[in-house]
């Protein structure tokens, strides 16, 4: 899952306590990492190999013979580069770092000579003591060969460091390190934290919301088992009295009317089953007539609802 700026941007507002405090375990790292490594002191001798007098000729330039001096100087190289002459140096320096090689700027019989110390006097002091080990060991390896004295190679310093210099370049090393880990650990534990406390307050919401809507389901059930009651009324709507229209007003009464019971009438009136029920003949309908009690117009040869009422009656 790729993050953008905005949401890099979010976490880093939403944990900067986080922030701080791997910020304050980084300067304690970096602290640390300056102390416990402190800077290094450096120090750095040349050494030139001269040929003998009778190589050179009387009234001769040494340094034009020097052509044929490589291979010697590589010899001499090769020995303060063996263990038993670094064991030897250790012995004398035990702190010190201390490498001879050949000057590979320089065509000539160049020995370089570096060394490393925690303390600028020892550093100082280390380099003199290998400088001052080179005329003993090249007349040695000389003389272990045979070599004639008359044409026996010395040595010329050609410079030497009175005063060390300091080296930052290891613990400056470290202190890259010791930051980029509290830097690194700062980011990752800040990112983790979100993400689990992000995830956390999702699981609760989702059981908050699967608890709210189990209570609604069971209320939901115990509504659907409750009956509906219905509650009585004591509204009883008033009955529908029909009455002719107000365009019907010129109908003409046909027939004889015929006198309804009253409600009021403890006995129902006496009928004559001669007796014709009242009819309301529309102008102009033909034969059709009007019920009384319905107030529908009737076919003829119909028996009407008065009719049928009066003939019930009696």
Avoid: C
């Amino acid at each position: 899952m790729s993050l953008s700026l905005a949401d890099v941007l979010a976490v880093l507002r939403r944990r900067w306590y986080l922030i701080l405090v791997g910020l304050l375990v980084t300067v304690g790292l970096g602290w640390a990492a300056t102390t416990f490594k402190p800077p290094d002191y450096t120090a750095r001798g040349l050494v030139l190999l001269v040929p003998s007098q009778a190589t050179v000729g009387e009234g001769g330039n040494p340094l034009l013979a020097l052509a044929g001096l490589d291979l010697p100087a590589r010899v001499l190289v090769a020995y303060f580069s063996s263990d038993a002459a670094q064991q030897q140096f250790a012995k004398a320096a035990p702190d010190a770092e201390i490498v001879v090689t050949m000057e590979e700027s320089t065509r000539g019989p160049v020995i370089a000579i570096d060394v490393k110390d925690p303390t600028p006097d020892g550093a100082t002091g280390t380099l003199r003591l290998v400088a001052d080990a080179i005329p003993p060991n090249l007349a040695r390896l000389q003389g272990e060969v045979g070599a004639p004295a008359s044409t026996e190679v010395s040595s010329l310093e050609l410079a030497m460091d009175e005063k060390a210099k300091i080296d930052r370049s290891d613990s400056t090393r470290v202190l890259i390190m010791a930051i980029g880990l509290g830097l690194a650990g700062t980011a990752f534990l800040t990112f983790a934290v979100d993400g689990m406390i992000l995830q956390t307050s999702q699981a609760r919401k989702r059981r908050a919301a699967r608890a709210t809507g189990d209570d609604a389901g069971e209320e939901g059930g115990d509504a659907a088992d409750t009956p509906d009651v219905v509650e009585p009324t004591s509204d009883v709507p008033d009955p529908i009295r029909l009455e002719p229209p107000a365009a019907n007003r010129n109908i003409r009464q046909s027939g004889t009317s015929a006198s309804l019971p009253s409600a009021r009438s403890s006995s129902p009136p006496e009928h004559s089953p001669s007796d014709s029920p009242t009819h309301w003949a529309l102008p102009d309908a033909g034969t059709a007539s009007i019920d009384v009690l319905s107030g529908m117009p009737v076919p003829s040869g119909r028996t009407t609802s008065s009719e049928e009422s009066v003939e019930r009656r009696g």
